[in-house]
């Protein structure tokens, strides 16, 4: 495969993503030189904030891997033909331990998260108005330090939300990460990616 833009995800699913397509013969020997937009055999590697990977395949970039989560927050118009067996985790609601309520008592409370518009939906469907604060990372911090009440973020062993004195009380989603490819390029490049798209989905 030669030519072919790609956005990746700094940060915790970089090195699954680098295997995955490594295995599906795309190898990818990435300088670890904080350069963040690299040649590597002829094909153009983006390294960039995972919520961002979306935002580039929309505008242009071939094909990248991000999570659902941020694909459903930013609503980024790309095609996803595969979702992919690693990243696996949970967006959820969750609230200090002394001040375990139901989710059905959130009505005004105050949510940090980095997901605000996935926060406003949920509590529309249920008919629950609340604010959100939205923060980038370690919204954990907000209810400690009393500035909201409740939080809503990706758990995956649960053990972040344990060491901040939170608890879980409602999942809003379960997310994986996801092979997404620009519109045009999906048309334009239709047999190389789709050879990649089935050699992805054997690994
Ligand atoms: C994510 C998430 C939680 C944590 C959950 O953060 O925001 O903080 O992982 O994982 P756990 O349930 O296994 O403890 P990440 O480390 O990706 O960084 P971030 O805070 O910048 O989002």
New binding site residues.
């Given amino acids: 495969m030669m030519d072919m833009s790609i956005a990746l995800p700094k ?2 699913l970089l090195d699954k993503s680098l295997e995955y397509l490594r295995q599906a013969d795309l190898d990818l020997k990435v300088k670890k030189n904080r350069e963040l937009v690299q040649n590597i055999n002829r094909n153009k590697l983006v390294l960039s904030k995972p919520s961002d990977v979306p935002v580039y395949v929309e505008h242009g970039i071939d094909i990248g891997i991000a999570g659902s989560d941020v694909l459903e927050e930013r609503k980024s118009e790309v095609f996803v033909p595969l979702e992919l067996d690693f990243g696996k ?1 949970r967006l959820s609601v969750a609230v200090p331990e002394e001040n375990e309520v139901d989710i059905d008592d959130f009505e005004g409370y105050t949510i940090a998260t ?1 997901y605000p518009n996935l926060t406003s939906d949920f509590f529309e469907e249920k008919g629950i108005s609340v604010d959100t604060i939205r923060l980038d ?4 911090v907000a209810p400690r330090i009393g500035i909201a009440d409740a939080i809503v ?9 344990k060491a901040n004195d939170l608890v879980e009380i409602e999942k809003i989603m379960d997310v994986s990460a996801l092979f997404m490819v620009n519109r045009i390029s999906q048309k334009v490049r239709f047999e190389e990616i789709n050879e990649l798209v089935e050699k992805l989905k054997e690994v």
Wanted: aromatic content about 0%; some cysteine; proline content about 0%.
């Fill in positions: 940060g915790r985790c980095e990372g370690s919204v954990e973020d990706i758990v995956e062993t649960g053990r972040t939300l």
